[in-house]
């Protein structure tokens, strides 16, 4: 589990600097006007923790039903829940789940997936794996955004 936690808490600090010095009008702008805002990604992410802790038995909602759901049609930025929002649902939800994973044991980990058919996901730990490294596909996709669109880099 430690690579596990370490990975969904680098991602954490990663997603908290990406918003940490933008404006609010660069939160919702789309690089060359198409392709995922900073704000949907890190909605998205947000909308997958909260099934992410459900899958480990801890029911959580945003509350926002399909907005960020992978392949969801882009709206105008007001049909979104508020930046502040979606932030504040995504710390809720990350506090949350690294409380969750602190208490997972080895039966837990060994369980079988059966909410959600993931590719190559048979057990809870691969689960896990999965939902790390689809994490860190979107936030090095934040990363791409922020200096696509002028701003500084995340990292490195």
């Known amino acids: 589990m430690a690579p596990i936690v370490y990975i969904s808490q680098a991602n954490d600090g990663l997603i ?6 933008l404006p609010a009008e660069a939160l919702w702008k789309q690089p060359a006007g198409q392709g995922n805002s900073i704000m949907w990604i890190v909605g998205h992410i947000t909308q997958t923790r909260a099934g992410l802790l459900s899958l ?9 039903g399909e907005l960020f759901r992978r392949g969801a049609q882009r709206q105008d930025p007001s049909v979104y829940p508020d930046p502040q929002a979606i932030k504040t649902v995504g710390i809720d939800l990350t506090k949350r789940l690294q409380a969750k994973l602190t208490t997972i044991t ?3 980990l060994a369980a079988p997936v059966t909410a959600v058919q993931l590719p190559n996901v048979r ?4 689960a896990l794996a999965f939902f790390a490294f689809h994490e860190a596909y979107h936030v090095g996709q934040l990363g791409y955004v922020k200096r696509a669109l002028g701003y500084t880099a995340i990292a490195g």
């Open 16 to 21: 908290r600097q990406t918003l940490s010095d």
């Open 56 to 64: 480990l038995g801890d029911r959580a909602s945003t509350g926002w």
């Open 106 to 108: 080895e039966a837990d």
């Open 123 to 126: 057990t809870i730990v691969e």
